[in-house]
C-alpha cells in the first residue's frame, strides 16, 4: 500500500532510510523543522537549516522517488530564547514562497513555560499573516494533557483561525478529543516505546473514527523508526480492517489536508497498487 509519512525528521536519517521506507511505498513525506539537540547560536543557523530542508533535502528524497515536503519555525524548545525566536520568525517569510513549504510548524509548547506561549502566538500570527497551515507538537508525557489545553485554548482564542488548518500532531487516548471535538486536524506519533505504538493508534482510530487524523513515525535521530506506518499498516491489516479504511488514514488524510496549501503539488504514483 502506498502511504505518506506526514511527519518525519529526514535529515537526522541516512539515504538508506529513504530507500527502505520506497520499498515499504513511501510516496511522500512532509518535515516539520525541529530541534538539532543543541540550542542553535543565531539566525544564520536557521537561515543555513532552511536552505537544507528546501533546497538539498528534495533532491536527496528524489533520488529515492519521494517527494518532500517542509514546515518553518523555531521549534518549541529554543522558544525559550525571545530575542533569538524573534529574528528568527522575521526570516521565515523569505522561504514561504520555496515549492516545497506547506506551512508553519512544528510550533508548540515543550515545558508549557509563558515564553513559549508567547513565541508560540506569535508563529500564529505569521501563519495568518502568510495565509499558512501550521502543524502542532504537543509536549512528551506529564505536561502533555496540560500542554495541548492550553495550545487548544490559545487557537480557539482567536477567530481568525480555521481549525481546518490546523494539525495538533502527538495526540494520545487523552488528548485526541481535545483536537477532533474542536474540528482541529491530528495525528499520532509510532514510537517503539513513548506516545503511541502501532496498537494504540488502532485502537484510538477505533475509537474516535478516521476522519481528519493520520499517523506518522517522528523518525529523528533519538530511538524512532521510519518504517513505523508500514507497521501501523500491518497492524490494521490484522484486525481485519478494509484496505480502503487504512488507506485513509495512511495516504488519502494527509492529502486532503496538505491540499489547502498552493504548494502542495503532489504527483501521485503512476500505478495504482503499491508495494507490500
Ligand atoms: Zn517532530
Redesign the pocket.
Known amino acids: 500500500m502506498y502511504f505518506i509519512d506526514p511527519?518525519?525528521?529526514m535529515i537526522s536519517r541516512t539515504t538508506d532510510d529513504y530507500e527502505r521506507m520506497t520499498r515499504m511505498g513511501c510516496v511522500a513525506i512532509s518535515e516539520?523543522a525541529?530541534w538539532a539537540g543543541y540550542d542553535r547560536g543565531s539566525v544564520e543557523s536557521f537561515r543555513d537549516y532552511f536552505r537544507q530542508l528546501t533546497e538539498f533535502e528534495p533532491t536527496r528524497a528524489g533520488w529515492s522517488g519521494i517527494q518532500h515536503f517542509t514546515w518553518l519555525c523555531i521549534?518549541a524548545k529554543e522558544a525559550e530564547n525571545i530575542e533569538l525566536s524573534r529574528e528568527v520568525i522575521k526570516m521565515i517569510p523569505e522561504f514561504l514562497d520555496r515549492p516545497n513549504v506547506l506551512g508553519i510548524g512544528?510550533i508548540g509548547l515543550n515545558k508549557n513555560t509563558m515564553n513559549e506561549s508567547t513565541i508560540f502566538q506569535e508563529h500564529m500570527e505569521l501563519a495568518l499573516r502568510f495565509n499558512q497551515l501550521i502543524l502542532i507538537?504537543t509536549p512528551h508525557l506529564q505536561d502533555k494533557y496540560k500542554g495541548t489545553h492550553m495550545i487548544v485554548d490559545m487557537l480557539r482564542a482567536d477567530s481568525r483561525i480555521q481549525p481546518h488548518r490546523v494539525l495538533v500532531?502527538?495526540v494520545e487516548e487523552h488528548t485526541v478529543r481535545l483536537a477532533k471535538d474542536h474540528g482541529f486536524w491530528c495525528a499520532m506519533?509510532l514510537y517503539p516505546t513513548t506516545k503511541c505504538t502501532p496498537a494504540r493508534a488502532a485502537d484510538i482510530i477505533e475509537r474516535f473514527g478516521d476522519d481528519r487524523i493520520m499517523v506518522n513515525s517522528?523518525g529523528?535521530w533519538g530511538p524512532s523508526n521510519p518504517l513505523a506506518v508500514p507497521d501501523f499498516i500491518q497492524e490494521m491489516r490484522k484486525r481485519g480492517h478494509s484496505e480502503e479504511k487504512i488507506k485513509k488514514v495512511v495516504y488519502d488524510n494527509p492529502i486532503q489536508f496538505f491540499s489547502q496549501s498552493k504548494n502542495f503539488k503532489f504527483k501521485p504514483p503512476q500505478v495504482t497498487y503499491g508495494p507490500a
Open positions: 511527519h518525519v525528521h516539520p525541529f521549534n512544528e507538537h500532531d502527538h506519533t517522528a529523528d
